[in-house]
């Protein structure tokens, strides 16, 4: 273990600032993608109180969907469309796209078991899993579906602007700004439309909500369909900055990004947002300091570390057992 | 009652249960009765491909599938090929998890219809798998293990079980990882160097070959880790040291060496990508200025150009061992026919596969296949072939075409 | 759903099977389904329900040792050694989440912890080669020390804080057995992703069983133990106990019932279980890999408890047999192609005839044969001869007039083809009364389709698919698992 120690510390000071700041600006960028998949679980969660494990195999089906589109008007050497139209076009399938592959999920792997015991649905969740991981496979013949392969994405990996001689790509930036973006709308349409009030008078007490005249079927289905469109535009930009795609990336994924909704405190928006650069970040740290053996274990094993001091993670409220 | 009724059964299902037992111990194993049965050789035998269908590497899987396809076609096609050959498939879920490669061994093994296997794609498969294959008088040929102990160890090793039992049409990691450190050392002259495995027993194994091959020479190695299942190694390659010429990337996963290749020079890298056999995959590894040590593919050959057509234009070599090793196990069937007179038996079949050889138009490998009888040099032994069989070191160019360089 | 703005439609009724039946427990609902049903089968069901679960344990135990004599031994491996397996490990995850309602999803780490104390205790790893007498129960020791860690920890956690905290522990042990491999004596203790190889067979007071037969027999008796042991701890006070936790944890501590010292039991009693298959696992595999211990493999393991049932002890061996025998049948290296297609068809076909009334489905099936035909020779009329020449892998040429199966490829048309289906399918199960009748029959020969086209040639990848759909279908139509109790909600 001390040599361990060791090593990280010989690698810190190897690496040095420049090094520190590389790791950090690419853990903010992948810990903007888990953001926004954390906030599907969170979001399902917050409403449900259902562990949806399907929603990393959204994501996934997300990036298959842009890459569909690219396939189709992107055309390796001479697109169809611009740079900038084509990833309007990407985003906007992708994004409609899951969406409704997680209203579907919902319609009829989780609705009808509203009244069944709690594992159920968890079971039909796994159900999901395996039955969309496996159909991808099939479809794509088990082979990655790569972006990079492309080139009018060339101009998005070039350099926007350094700190102090460090580049940070174009790409980078359009992910952060992106994520941004989309939870500053979600943050809109949770606090301030009528739909965003009846979603969280749902999560707050179900039976009281429908008892009001909420619809409750109505409202979950719109948070599906909301989370799934926030994993379907991580799943584009996934497949844009890791460069391809693969039926077995939903897994992994899903399971940081579901991590990270639960540091942040489970069914907590802001807090998924918050736990998902912290993922990002540690992860990143981890792989680079400690080696990239280190990275996973390190990410699940603050998790466990932080749910037992405080299981409701940063931002989550006490969990209160109501009689 | 209900009570006495229960203690009554359970005494009883206990009682059965080792009575059983008893008999069961006893009775005679029937793997043996197949393994010794006679085969028709008048009508269509089964050779068993094990690969991974599904799974992380379920590419690599597919790539070995296709080829062993084609290969039984090209038998099929050339009327004095007898007996016809058919393939079945085995699904092992390489580094899923190894009781699918044990539980595709016995189904093979119990099959009867199965005369010869090709495959599994995994060392660690065929190290688990061994005693069954022995068991049932098979001979696995695989056509991507390169774990040296499956030729070449001494007592208490795998070797022990594999010996007359296994066979590679690719040469072994200690052979490759000799290959790759002298060329860096010697003909690329860089002695800074990063070698990263996928912590898989094919990746580890060659990468300690190589690294202690570098430290004899005084190189500078660094080392670290990433796992089949990542994706993103922006961590990895910013902790790479400054100074860093070459970067070892001995993986079973082309598409994850090009990430990496496209990831580094997002960031800005400038190094030397030199990948294995697993990253040897034209179409798919495709970063300008790489080396890749492969093997020694006729690019130029008939059957990998029309092979590359049908499937995208990617001719998938990493399945083109699996190719020889259906038309090896093919051969040696129609040798032990030829032998037995129309009839045959899987030991039979078994002790004729050291003794096919095939010529370099045959092979598709660019080298002739004949397997070794005894240990040669300081790698091979039986089981491996022998020749001129070696790895091949391979440039990338700005087309994506590899060349050979070494 | 039309509506005016703000004033949402009135929920649907629920159907008698979905609504919760408040005010009814579980002694009502039993009674409730003894009552219903005539017919032979039901019979039979009766018969079943009314005989005492050490009856059913011995009428299982009795077939059961007939198997090795009548199948090969890939067939026993593959089919008898695994199902018994799980059945093993089913029996002690249901301790935990049957019998207490703990949802355990760590499961497969104390499977895990079993195989690698037996590896280190009986290989050349570190030399040393305990006989399984000693190392068996070690390892129960271990798996149920680590048990009681946990349980400890975990016993402020509610609900689903558990469940992550398992979960992830799951994930921990095998990312620290597969990659962190800490160096221990000059070796590495876990192997890394090469595992520990070359393991001791199991042996007893220098007895050694290393063919698949032995390890059989060995299993069944354990099996069997392991059974019985569960039926009198369901019967004892504890069981009980275990029972009022499950159903309202707040209610039983209300009772005076020590709760935390239940759970902690529970959890204890599961993970010495599964540490016992983890010995059995190492020996059968010859080698610990940490892969074997990953999600899959305890989704696998729920899978077997929950289509059973939970709680019922009869209920996981129903499904350690449904689910092993199914997942392995497709696989592509059990060569029966035929059956396969039966199989499927004839699953099908009965999922039809369970229609009402009768003439439903015969007229469904008929309009699929009917269809099909149509679209074959619409088909063979309007396109290239290549569309139509193609034959279904195995026999069954006849089929080739029926089905489109084109030879060569033909773009996407396979995947047009499945695209179509999981639509159609969306499509039937959305509408209703006849309107779903007349979907049913081009989704049925899409099936069809879909099935000759791409599911034969995938077997493998077939495997998980119709996994994860029975799966969801299970769920949605009982929730409860086959042999289980249905639920009650008390209010």
């Known amino acids: 273990m001390h040599l361990l120690l060791f090593n990280i510390y010989d690698q810190v000071r190897s690496l040095g600032w420049n090094g520190a700041f590389t790791l950090l600006r690419d853990g903010v960028v992948l810990g903007s993608l888990y953001s926004l998949v954390a906030l599907g679980y969170t979001m399902v969660y917050g409403i449900l109180k259902l562990l949806n494990f399907a929603h990393g195999d959204v994501f996934m089906v997300g990036a298959f969907i842009g890459f569909g589109v690219l396939a189709q008007l992107g055309g390796p050497l001479a697109p169809a469309l611009g740079l900038v139209p084509l990833l309007l076009v ?28 709690r594992i159920a649905p968890l079971i039909s969740a796994l159900g999901v899993v395996f039955f969309l991981e496996s159909s991808v496979q099939l479809i794509t013949n088990s082979t990655h579906s790569e972006y990079s392969t492309f080139p009018v994405f060339g101009p998005l990996f070039t350099p926007m602007f350094s700190v102090a001689g460090n580049p940070v790509t174009v790409v980078q930036v359009l992910i952060v700004l992106t994520a941004i973006g989309l939870m500053a709308a979600l943050m809109f349409l949770v606090y301030r439309t009528k739909l965003g009030k009846a979603m969280r008078a749902t999560s707050f007490d179900r039976e009281a909500a429908s008892m009001m005249g909420i619809d409750t079927d109505r409202v979950i289905s719109a948070t599906f369909f909301i989370g799934s469109v926030l994993a379907g535009a991580a799943g584009v930009m996934y497949g844009l900055y890791l460069s391809d795609t693969y039926f077995f990336v939903g897994f992994l994924y899903g399971l940081k990004a579901f991590t990270a909704a639960v540091v942040g405190g489970i069914g907590s928006i802001p807090g998924a947002m918050l736990g998902g650069v912290l993922v990002g970040v540690v992860e990143s740290f981890a792989g680079g300091y400690a080696g990239g053996q280190w990275k996973d274990i390190v990410v699940f094993g603050i998790l466990i570390l932080f749910l037992l001091v405080r299981p409701t993670g940063l931002l989550g409220s006490h969990a209160i057992q109501k009689v | ?135 049932a ?171 590359a057509a049908s499937h995208g234009g990617d001719p998938e070599t990493f399945g083109i061992p699996s190719y020889t090793s259906v038309i090896v196990n093919a051969t040696a069937i129609k040798t032990a026919c030829k032998a037995g007179k129309g009839k045959t038996t899987r030991n039979a079949i078994r002790k004729d596969v050291p003794k096919v050889q095939l010529t370099t138009a045959q092979s598709l490998l660019g080298f002739p296949v004949k397997f070794l009888a005894k240990n040669a040099g300081k790698w091979q032994g039986p089981g491996d072939m022998g020749g001129t069989a070696a790895f091949g070191i391979y440039q990338i160019q700005a087309n994506g075409s590899y060349k050979r360089v070494g | 759903m039309s509506e005016t703005p703000g004033i949402p439609a009135p929920p649907e009724e629920p159907s008698e099977e979905q609504a919760s039946r408040i005010g009814v427990d579980s002694w009502v609902a039993e009674t409730e389904r003894h009552g219903r049903g005539r017919g032979p089968l039901w019979q039979l069901a009766r018969l079943w329900e009314y005989s005492p679960d050490p009856v059913k344990l011995l009428a299982f135990v009795a077939l059961a040792s007939t198997v090795p004599f009548w199948t090969n031994e890939g067939d026993l491996f593959v089919f008898g050694l695994f199902t018994l ?322 030879t060569g490829s033909h773009g996407n048309f396979n995947n047009y083809l499945y695209i179509g289906l999981v639509v159609a399918v969306v499509c039937t199960a959305s509408l209703k009364g006849w309107w779903r009748m007349i979907a049913l029959v081009p989704t049925l020969y899409l099936t069809a389709l879909v099935w000759e086209n791409m599911l034969t040639q995938n077997g493998g990848i077939t495997a998980f698919i119709l996994f994860g759909a029975m799966l969801i279908g299970l769920m949605t139509v009982r929730p409860q698992g086959l042999l289980g109790t249905a639920r009650v909600e008390i209010v």
């Open chain 1, 90 to 117: 990407m985003f906007a399938v992708a994004m409609l796209g899951s969406g409704i592959l997680g209203v579907v999920i919902e319609r009829f792997a989780y609705r009808p078991l509203r009244n069944a015991p």
């Open chain 2, 137 to 307: 008088s098979l001979a696995p040929v695989s056509g991507s293990e390169t774990r040296v102990a499956l030729t070449r160890g001494t007592t208490g090793t795998p070797r022990e079980t594999t010996k007359g039992y296994f066979f590679r049409t690719v040469p072994n990691d200690g052979q490759q990882g000799d290959n790759v450190a002298a060329y860096i050392h010697n003909t690329l002259k860089k002695n800074k160097v990063e070698i990263i495995d996928d912590e898989e027993a094919y990746s580890t194994g060659l990468s300690a070959q190589v690294q202690a091959d570098l430290l004899k020479v005084n190189a500078h190695v660094t080392t670290n880790h990433v796992s089949q299942q990542d994706t993103d190694f922006s961590s990895v390659i910013d902790s790479i040291p400054s100074g860093t010429q070459v970067i070892y990337i001995p993986w079973q996963n082309a598409t994850q060496a090009q990430q990496f290749y496209t990831q580094l020079h997002a960031h800005g890298g400038k190094e030397i990508l030199f990948g294995s056999d697993g990253t040897d995959v034209p179409g798919t590894f495709t970063g300008n200025g790489s080396y890749v040590s492969g093997f020694p593919v006729d690019f130029s050959s008939t059957a990998v150009k029309s092979f």
């Open chain 3, 85 to 406: 397996l799980y059945a093993a490990l089913g029996l002690g995850l249901n301790v935990v989440v049957g019998f207490a309602g703990l949802l355990d999803l760590g499961y497969v780490a104390f499977f895990g912890i079993g195989a690698y104390t037996y590896a280190e205790l009986s290989s050349s790893q570190y030399g040393i080669h305990w006989p399984a007498e000693a190392t068996i129960p070690i390892a129960m020791a271990a798996a149920a020390l680590v048990g009681v860690v946990l349980g400890f920890s975990a016993r402020r956690l509610l609900g689903d804080y558990l469940a992550i905290v398992t979960l992830f522990l799951g994930q921990a042990f095998v990312f620290f057995t597969g990659v962190a491999n800490p160096t221990v004596a000059g070796k590495g203790l876990t192997g890394g992703a090469n595992g520990i190889p070359q393991l001791d067979p199991l042996t007893f007071f220098g007895y050694q069983l290393t063919s698949t037969k032995q390890l059989y027999f060995f299993l069944l008796i354990v099996v069997t133990l392991l059974a019985t042991a569960l039926y009198f701890a369901n019967q004892s006070r504890t069981g009980r106990a275990w029972r009022a936790l499950r159903e309202d944890p707040l209610a039983a501590e209300v009772m005076s019932i020590p709760v935390n010292r239940l759970k902690i039991l529970a959890f204890v009693f599961g993970a010495a279980v599964a540490g016992l298959c983890g010995t059995i696992y190492a020996a059968i595999e010859t080698a610990a890999v940490s892969t074997n211990f990953s999600v899959s493999v305890l989704i696998i393991i729920y899978a077997v408890v929950i289509l059973g049932g939970f709680g019922s002890i009869a209920g996981v061996f129903v499904g350690a047999i449904v689910i092993n025998c199914t997942l392995e049948f497709l696989e592509p290296q059990n060569d029966h192609p035929e059956v396969k297609r039966w199989l499927f068809y004839g699953t099908i076909v009965l999922l039809i005839a369970l229609l009402k009334p009768w003439f439903r489905p015969v007229l469904v099936l008929a309009g699929t044969i009917a269809f099909g035909f149509v679209v074959h020779a619409i088909v063979a009329a309007t396109t290239a001869a290549s569309w139509t020449s193609g034959v279904p892998v195995s026999g069954a040429s006849w089929l080739a007039r029926w089905a489109v199966i084109p």
């Open chain 2, 1 to 135: 009652m209900l009570k006495r009724i229960g203690a009554l059964a359970v005494t009883g299902a206990v009682t059965a249960a080792i009575v059983a037992a008893t008999l069961g111990g006893t009775a005679s194993a029937r793997n043996n009765a197949v393994a010794a049965a006679s085969i028709n050789c008048k009508k269509t035998v089964t050779i068993g491909v094990a690969y991974p269908q599904t799974g992380p590497v379920a590419t690599l899987g597919a790539n070995q599938w296709n080829w062993a396809k084609t290969a039984m076609k090209a038998w099929n096609k050339n009327k004095k090929n007898k007996p016809k050959i058919a393939l079945l498939q085995g699904d092992t879920q390489l580094a899923g998890t190894t009781p699918q490669a044990l539980q595709v061994a016995h189904q093979f093994a119990s099959n009867s219809k199965i005369v010869a296997v090709t495959g599994p794609a995994g060392s660690q498969e065929m190290q688990d798998t061994a005693s069954v294959w022995k068991s």
